[in-house]
């Protein structure tokens, strides 16, 4: 074959390559965005069920007129386009690292039901609500075309911005106070930020542009078509505008959305909650990673029963959907302008952007949220003060849990052992070196911790390989498998000790323990092997970056036969012609057995202390650490090879 030829099948089959991982890309993308309508857009897309019958009533009820109908779908439709469509979908998305009596009885069967069902992971429950919130969005356009033609074909005038300003001039003071029930329309328009960890950019871009965000504007244009006509409706229900040969599908269709809705800040809760405890500023709780493809899809059982017993609190102690709205709204405008805020950050140090960009940004927003934000602290005496009272004690909780982190780090920072005290110990001084290797889990990236000093005094044995591992989490979502581990060796080769820094990613899925002990042993085989001949000159105590990732493996360790047994420990051997000793001795020490030694500390205030400090301490901080999953749970320690050290931290 020719050289021309040669390169003409070249460039087929790359572009053939290329067509091929497009073809996968969009696949996997619009799936997701098939998913999201089921886990994001619930909220977002039953507003139009409550937002007219809210904003009219309060004293806006005394201007029922066309011209403030108008202007209200005037104020809906530009909320709509300026906060979730180019706020949120066009920059903020861009920044990526939830009878009376019978009523409420229903109401709480059906929040039980919904929280059972987050157990099944992110993707299932997307693939059983996405069909409802579809079928929803049609019912609500076709609805909304059907009032349009119906009853007002001129409607579309609204859509100019000047009725907002007729708006206003008629309504007044009445106007402003009801923009409480206006910001109602974008309740559920942070979830696509908050839930951006279980999609991507790209599927909650499509979803929402080319299906939700066309659909609402339709149901709202048709309402306000409707209520031109029926002004008498305005205070009464959403389903007043449905035809009524169509009433009974639409309205089972508009019960079963309804109970979808709560799932978008369900999921943003979850990853918010897991983020948070990846900054070490929320207790310890279980994180199960529901899906193998997406890290981001995620299930916390502690957050999710919580919520559910908070929710059905709400329900039955307010019985008042006019003040849950209140509150809602509240809630939701008041995290969209510290989002607001925040992206000025973002815009100037994440991006490098420019800083009068980043203001105009913050000016355009912020201006337009702060008139929302001051109408609904009128109604804090009305349900408001919920997510306010609720935020604070959540705020107080992070804020008391990350203090007394960073307490006893820095105590066992001022605390910690030489290195020569571990190097002096040998069988002169009565220390006894026992087959086997052990893991040392502490907050000490450089000496020894308190707790393993305390061990030896008390109990003068220690394992014949020691390596001490910190856990470091970062605030990025992943570190590179290639740059997670970083290995040091303490004193010289015939003392068997190491220093291993692991870092974390608030992404990163945390192995189990034995996979977790294979890769670890690997980089120290890694290690040693680098080191070569060099590795009988000393210390440096320079800690160095090994690559632990499986393409990157020249023949650190595999799984002996029978690994996948259950019950029987994984087995490792060195790969390689000729092991050096310290090999041997390596792959001697994990036959003998790995042992798991962490601390198990009481923190607490010193005598010294004042009452406040000793209340938040001892109190408050010894509560969340008593109830909050252990280190040695969180990290997937087998409980049979887990040694404990009790120390008290005067802190």
């Known amino acids: 074959m020719s050289s021309f030829g040669t390169a003409v099948m070249v460039k087929i089959v790359t572009c053939l390559r290329l067509l091929f991982y497009l073809q996968k890309f969009y696949k996997s993308t619009l799936l997701l965005a098939y998913q999201s309508f089921g886990v994001v857009y619930g909220d977002l897309s039953i507003s139009p069920i409550y937002v007219y019958q809210s904003t009219f009533s309060g004293k806006l009820r005394s201007h029922e007129e066309d011209d403030v109908i108008l202007g209200v779908l005037s104020l809906v439709f530009w909320t709509l386009t300026l906060i979730p469509l180019c706020k949120y979908i066009i920059i903020v998305l861009g920044a990526d690292d939830n009878g009376e009596d019978y009523t409420v009885l229903i109401a709480c069967l059906i929040l039980v039901a919904l929280f059972a069902l987050q157990h099944f992971g992110t993707h299932r429950v997307g693939f059983v609500f996405a069909p409802i919130l579809l079928a929803w969005l049609l019912c609500i356009s076709l609805v909304g075309l059907y009032n349009i033609i119906h009853w007002n074909p001129g409607i579309f005038k609204a859509l100019s911005p000047y009725y907002v300003y007729i708006f206003f001039k008629k309504a007044g003071k009445d106007g402003w106070r009801s923009l409480g029930g206006v910001v109602l329309c974008i309740t559920g328009a942070e979830a696509m930020f908050a839930d951006l960890g279980h999609f991507s950019q ?149 991006w490098k952007g420019w800083v009068l ?89 450089s000496g020894v911790p308190p707790m393993f000093a305390h061990f030896v005094t008390n109990f003068p ?49 945390r192995k189990d323990a034995h996979a977790f002990e294979n890769q670890l042993l690997e980089t120290i085989a890694e290690f040693l092997r680098r080191s070569g001949d060099d590795c009988d000159t000393g210390t440096s105590g320079l800690m160095t970056v090994i690559d632990s990732s499986p393409e990157g493996d020249a023949g650190g360790v595999r799984q002996g036969n029978g690994a996948g047994t259950g019950t029987n420990r994984k087995r490792v051997r060195f790969r390689g012609v000729v092991c050096s000793k310290e090999l041997e001795e390596l792959e001697d020490a994990r036959e003998s057995g790995l042992a798991y030694m962490m601390g198990n500390t009481c923190v607490l205030a010193t005598d010294t202390s004042s009452y406040i400090k000793k209340f938040v301490i001892n109190i408050v901080y010894g509560f969340l650490r008593r109830n909050c999953r252990r280190p040695a749970t969180a990290l997937g320690v087998p409980h049979t090879s887990l040694i404990e050290v009790g120390m008290a931290y005067r802190v």
Not at 237 to 243: A, H, L, R, V
Not at 473 to 480: A, H, L
Not at 488 to 507: A, T
Request: glycine share 6%; charged share 10%.
């Open 202 to 350: 790209l599927s909650i871009r499509i979803a929402f542009t080319a299906v939700v965000y066309p659909c609402l504007i339709i149901a709202y244009m048709g309402e306000a078509a409707y209520y031109t006509k029926h002004t008498e409706d305005l205070e009464r229900s959403f389903f007043k505008t449905i035809p009524e040969v169509v009433f009974w599908p639409v309205f089972v269709v508009a019960t079963l959305a309804t109970v979808v809705a709560s799932q978008a800040i369900i999921s943003g809760t979850f990853s918010i909650i897991s983020q948070c405890r990846a900054l070490r500023c929320f207790p310890r709780v279980k994180i199960i990673h529901t899906s193998g493809q997406i890290h981001g899809q995620i299930y916390i059982p502690e957050v999710n029963w919580i919520l559910m017993v908070l929710c059905i609190a709400v329900v039955v102690g307010f019985r008042d959907t006019e003040m849950i709205g209140n509150a809602y709204g509240l809630a939701v405008i008041t995290v969209m302008f510290v989002t607001t805020c925040l992206m000025f950050l973002v815009i100037v140090m994440v």
């Open 357 to 445: 960009a980043a203001l105009a940004f913050v000016v355009f927003f912020g201006s337009l949220e702060l008139v929302y934000v001051a109408a609904c602290f009128a109604k804090v005496h009305k349900g408001g003060w919920l997510p306010l009272t609720f935020s604070l004690i959540v705020l107080s909780v992070m804020c008391i849990w990350h203090y007394g982190t960073i307490k006893k780090h820095s105590f066992e920072h001022h605390n910690k052992v030489c290195l020569d005290m571990i190097l002096t110990l040998g069988p002169h001084c009565g220390v006894t070196r026992v087959p086997g290797i052990c893991l040392i889990y502490s907050n000490v990236v």
């Open 461 to 509: 044995a220690f394992h014949q390989i020691l390596i001490f591992v910190t856990i470091e989490s970062f605030t990025v979502p992943k570190v590179p498998v290639s740059q997670r581990f970083l290995v040091s060796r303490i004193g010289p080769p015939q003392f068997c000790l190491f220093q291993c820094v692991v870092r974390y990613g608030y992404k990163d899925a």
